[in-house]
């Protein structure tokens, strides 16, 4: 593949250090509208020369727990082209870097499932794939949902259902629900719940 040296607002920098490594120069292997691919020519840690490759994203991964009031998890169903599987997962989609995620998280969710919501809550930011990809995710509890229409991309096929908390983390815990931006959040808030409750049960028990 031939490589094309970027231009320093490309690129972002030259030469420059990074931690233990020395950047010595950038070119742009691969572009389209959502990635970059980088081609770092690099001094690694232990003197030697080297390459380094990165793929920079030019959105945030936001998602969505949309929870409604019989505890219920709004989940979206569809292909993955990338592993060539089905999966169901929480509302999610990419916020421009230069948008607030929230706002972005708030289309997604009504773009995929027609719900839009009176309260948010940020839930926790994760970084995807961190030695190879600069990609960061952050993720919202949404709640006091109202109902409307989806307004799906065009290229999207998706499908749409409720499911109770508990059974979505049985299905991660089985392994049937693997998308880290599902996983990861849905985590974090079994740990409140879970934390919540053992507070709760210290306080019966004085």
Request: avoid cysteine.
């Amino acid at each position: 593949m031939k490589l094309r040296r970027a231009s320093p607002e490309e690129a972002g920098w030259g030469e420059a250090r990074v931690g233990p490594w020395t950047r010595r120069g950038r070119r742009v292997g691969y572009r389209n509208p959502w990635v970059t691919v980088w081609h770092d020519d690099v001094t690694r840690p232990d003197g030697a020369p080297g390459i380094y490759g990165v793929v920079h994203f030019a959105n945030t991964a936001v998602g969505v727990v949309a929870i409604d009031d019989r505890d219920r998890v709004a989940l979206v169903g569809q292909h993955r082209y990338a592993f060539d599987t089905y999966h169901w997962e929480i509302p999610e989609g990419g916020s421009p870097l230069a948008e607030d995620s929230l706002e972005g998280a708030k289309r997604e969710l009504l773009e995929e499932t027609g719900l839009t919501a009176r309260t948010w809550r940020e839930i926790g930011r994760w970084e995807l794939s961190n030695s190879v990809t600069d990609e960061a995710a952050v993720a919202y509890l949404a709640t006091d949902l109202e109902h409307g229409e989806a307004q799906p991309d065009s290229e999207e096929e998706l499908e749409f259902r409720w499911l109770p908390f508990d059974d979505v983390m049985a299905l991660i815990a089985s392994g049937d629900i693997t998308d880290a931006l599902t996983v990861l959040p849905m985590q974090a808030l079994a740990l409140e719940r879970a934390a919540g409750s053992s507070i709760d049960s210290a306080r019966r028990g004085r």
